[in-house]
């Protein structure tokens, strides 16, 4: 117990930190179609409090994918003819059949800011969906998503989006007197 109480006064507890930072990509910032998708980490603790802890990410992980378009249209449709990951080991994961009959995005009201720093509201079409679990280990990827934007069965807008999405970590170590000190001026 002393060895822990020593080392406590000298550190102020330790926490290691190790996070897969910006984990995501999107396609087409003008909204013809918009389509993002982000990384959906489980983060995990482990260590005693105030002696020494690590905060990490643990696979497997999700992906959130998004889909806006101003384009809008009466009894819309989305069909999907590919979504894949492909991790750089040559290893390709077909999420094709996860939409097959395609998908109904909902009309919705738009609010964003554009380039020119003004806030923007315009009627859109949106779809949003997770796939859990889908990314068993913590790899960059690229993800192609191809389809269609329909009405009542005609194509309105095309798209084939390949995003990348970066393998980068945030880490380091700190100490409780760091936290203190720095919380203090």
Not at 3 to 29: F, H, K, Q
Not at 50 to 57: E, V
Not at 63 to 86: G, M, N, Q, Y
Not at 162 to 173: A, M, N, Q, V
């Amino acid at each position: 117990m002393v060895p822990i109480g020593l080392a406590w006064l000298c550190t102020g507890g330790c926490v290691e930190y190790r996070y897969w930072s910006v984990p995501a990509d999107s396609y087409n910032r003008d909204f013809k179609p918009y389509i993002s998708a982000e990384v959906i980490k489980r983060s995990k603790t482990d260590g005693i409090p105030l002696i020494y802890q690590q905060h990490f990410d643990e696979p497997p992980s999700g992906l959130r994918l998004s889909f806006i378009s101003h384009t809008t249209a009466s009894d819309p449709s989305l069909t999907f003819e590919r979504v894949a990951i492909e991790i750089p080991d040559g290893t390709l994961m077909d999420l094709t059949d996860r939409f097959y009959g395609g998908v109904v995005p909902l009309l919705q009201e738009h609010l964003y800011i554009d380039d020119s720093h003004q806030k923007q509201t315009r009627s859109s079409l949106s779809w949003e969906t997770t796939i859990d679990d889908c990314l068993p280990k913590a790899t960059s990827f690229r993800l192609r998503i191809k389809g269609q934007l329909r009405s009542r069965g005609a194509v309105v807008e095309d798209f084939d989006a390949h995003l990348s999405i970066p393998l980068k970590y945030d880490s380091g170590r700190v100490t409780g007197w760091h936290w203190i000190l720095a919380d203090s001026v």
